[in-house]
């Protein structure tokens, strides 16, 4: 791989310090905990780090409605939002606080996501664990995310001319967002696993949003074999069919065990197996976070993501530094008073294995059904 081809990522000190508000699950440090530990195991050479810019008005525009972007803007402004705005736009409701980077935090994950398309034109490979909000609408907030950075990443890449992009979601809860925004244009194949019967309660098996769309709900407890089985037998069909010349994979944290708001029991063996399969058949590749709740284990397993990037060996136990950091972590809930050893001495859980369901062998089996032929090169 000649230098230029090494994954880069894409970060910013935005996130240091950032909270939605001492109650809300987002309380907790994501993007910084995960930078400070790939820094304290040596895995960053500065040279591969990129700040996220911020994304203009009209970068924004090109999913997200003006009057949106402008309420946004107000509303970290002024610290505050009216009826009207919480009404029509859900800032300041439903899970969507009004916080002190209200606009800028999300607007900083959209221009990270741009910024990667725009990095990978030629190829390569760019991790940007602040980007995935895949919830977010054209005109209003969802799901804790204010803009969809996804989505703006991907039309960034159909902008520079690419015909056949895919998008892989293993985040807990559906992509409902991205798979919505592109229902309609057959250039962007969407594929979501996640949690069946869990908020936004879409992504049905049967939901294809007219042919090219996937979603493979899964159920409670989903293990790492169970996720083993989705790699082989529907993600990288999926890819091996549609060919892609790119992909973004968003990697959410959310479907591990010890996450507060899933009941997936994944370990992050998991997402480095699914990594690990996917940038191995990817011309390019962008990585981002997504959900995530639990201080410890998503600043694991993003790091993690980053040294499968790399192809660095895991330590069985962590070095001090990197250890320093996780123990530094605190979080405002039962698991979080005396956290396990293990969360703080190592960066590979223990595996989770288990049995394979019907359920779960047939949803595979589903998806593969009436899969379209890739779009035509333009
Ligand atoms: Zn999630």
Known sequence: MSDARLPLLIGSEIYRGSSYGPKHPLAIPRVPATLDLI??????????????????????TRYHTPDYVGALRR????????????????????????????????????????????????GGI????????????????????????PVLGLLQWLDLGLTNVLYVDIDAHHGDGVELAFRDDPRVFTLSVHESGRWPFTGRL??????????????????????????????????????????????????????????????????????????????????????GY???????????????????????????AAEAVLRGLSWDRAAGRDPPGHWSTTLLDPPRPGPVREEVVRACETVLEGLPEPPRPA
Do not use: K
């Open 294 to 320: 639990n201080p410890w284990t998503v600043a694991r397993c993003w790091a993690l993501v980053w040294g499968t990037l790399n192809g660095h060996p895991v330590p069985e136990r962590l070095p001090p």
């Open 126 to 149: 760019v991790h940007v664990p602040g980007a995935g909000t895949h919830h977010a609408l054209p005109n209003r907030a969802s799901g804790f995310c204010y803009l969809n950075d």
């Open 206 to 291: 049967e939901d294809r949003a007219g042919g090219h769309a996937r979603n493979i709900p899964v159920p409670a407890g989903f293990n790492d074999t169970e996720m083993g089985q989705v790699l082989e037998a529907a993600i990288l069909p999926i890819l091996r069919h549609l060919r892609p010349q790119a992909v973004m994979l968003q990697c959410g944290a959310d479907a591990l065990e010890e996450d507060p708001l899933a009941r997936l029991s994944l370990s992050n063996n998991a997402h480095r197996a699914t990594v690990r399969a996917v940038m191995a058949e990817a011309p390019r590749l962008i990585v981002t976070g997504g959900g």
């Open 39 to 60: 820094r304290a195991l040596g895995w960053l050479d500065p040279r591969r780090y990129l700040d996220s810019p911020l994304a203009t008005t009209a970068q924004l």
């Open 75 to 122: 509303a970290e402004a002024e610290g505050a939002v009216s009826p009207e705005v919480r009404e029509r736009h859900h800032i300041g409701a439903h899970g969507n606080p009004v916080f002190r980077e209200v606009f800028r935090r999300p607007a900083t994950g959209a221009g990270g996501a741009m910024l990667a398309a725009r990095l990978t034109r030629a």
